[in-house]
Structures are given as structure tokens and as C-alpha cells.
């Protein structure tokens, strides 16, 4: 056994301080790791209001092109296609824009304004249905329509045909 005989206040006060500046390190740290949070956060709202801010703008561009297809009671009409593409993004969670823009393409290949909402339904199910977007069920159904002649009232017996092709492959 050795004994040791030594005066230790300094080095009490040493540790003591020592202990002193961890906790206070420790604090400043996580100081830091809330404002970095707080930073992330918004951050992530930013990005989310943009994108959101960006879609919202992307859908009313491409509203704005459907109605340059309608000839009578644009405002109406509008509102209506409006509510189905709101209504269609909501059920089939598919964007708005995109719905739109398949709605300008049913338009242009001379399909009726009242076939419309029948046309979006069976492009939004064939598109979740067969994993693609709407836009290329959209030309895939317009094209079958037009090609054999079929009424756009058809629309959903052509996609479910169409359906049964594509799952045999």
C-alpha cells in the first residue's frame, strides 16, 4: 500500500471546472441540435409550400388549355371539369395537372364535352390499374376509340378490353 500525501484543492477545483465546461458544451450542443431541427423543418415547409405552390400553377396552366376546347358556356363547364379533376386526383391520387392535361387531350381527339368526366375515370383506372400515367392510358384509349369507331360512351368497355389484354401479357 503506498500512501500519498499530497495536497489536492487544485486539482478538486481542475475537475470541478472540467465538469463545468462538459455541461456547458453538452447545453451548447444540444442548443444546436434544436436550432438545426428547427432549420430542417423549415426547410421541409418551404419545400412543401413550393411544390405545392408549383402544382397549384401547373393545374390552373393546363385548365386553361382545356378551356380553349370548349366553345359554349366556358365559365360552367370549366367548374365542372375543375371539380372532376379534383375529385379523380383525390380518389385515384393522381395529380391534378396531369389530369388535366389528359382532359386537353380527350378534348382535342374531338371527344364530347359531357363524355369527358367518363373518359377521365376509366384513364385514371386503367392508369393505376395497369401501373402507368394517365396521359399514356389517355392516348392509349383515345386511340382504340377512334380507330374501331367506338362511341366515347365505350370508353370503359374499351379499358377493361385493354386491361385483359395487357394482364395476358
Not at 402544382?55 to 371539369?81: C, H, W, Y
Not at 379523380?88 to 371527344?111: P, Q, Y
Amino acid at each position: 500500500t503506498v500512501l500519498l500525501n499530497a495536497k489536492t484543492d487544485s486539482f478538486d477545483r481542475n475537475i470541478k471546472k472540467s465538469s463545468t465546461c462538459t455541461k456547458s458544451f453538452k447545453n451548447n450542443l444540444v442548443g444546436l441540435a434544436k436550432v438545426a431541427g428547427a432549420v430542417f423543418a423549415a426547410g421541409k415547409l418551404v419545400s412543401f409550400a413550393v411544390s405545392s405552390t408549383k402544382a397549384f400553377f401547373d393545374f390552373e396552366k393546363q385548365m386553361a388549355r382545356v378551356g380553349t376546347m370548349i366553345r359554349e358556356n366556358v365559365g360552367p363547364a370549366l367548374e365542372s371539369l375543375n371539380k372532376v379533376a379534383r375529385e379523380t386526383a383525390k380518389e385515384f391520387g393522381l395529380a391534378t395537372g396531369d389530369i388535366a392535361n389528359s382532359m386537353f387531350d380527350v378534348l382535342s381527339a374531338s371527344i364530347k364535352l359531357q363524355d369527358v368526366p367518363m373518359f377521365i375515370e376509366a384513364a385514371s383506372k386503367a392508369a393505376v390499374g395497369g401501373v402507368t400515367d394517365i396521359s399514356t392510358a389517355t392516348s392509349a384509349l383515345i386511340a382504340v376509340v377512334n380507330a374501331y369507331g367506338k362511341r366515347a360512351s365505350a370508353v370503359t368497355e374499351v379499358s377493361d378490353q385493354l386491361f385483359a389484354v395487357v394482364a395476358r401479357g
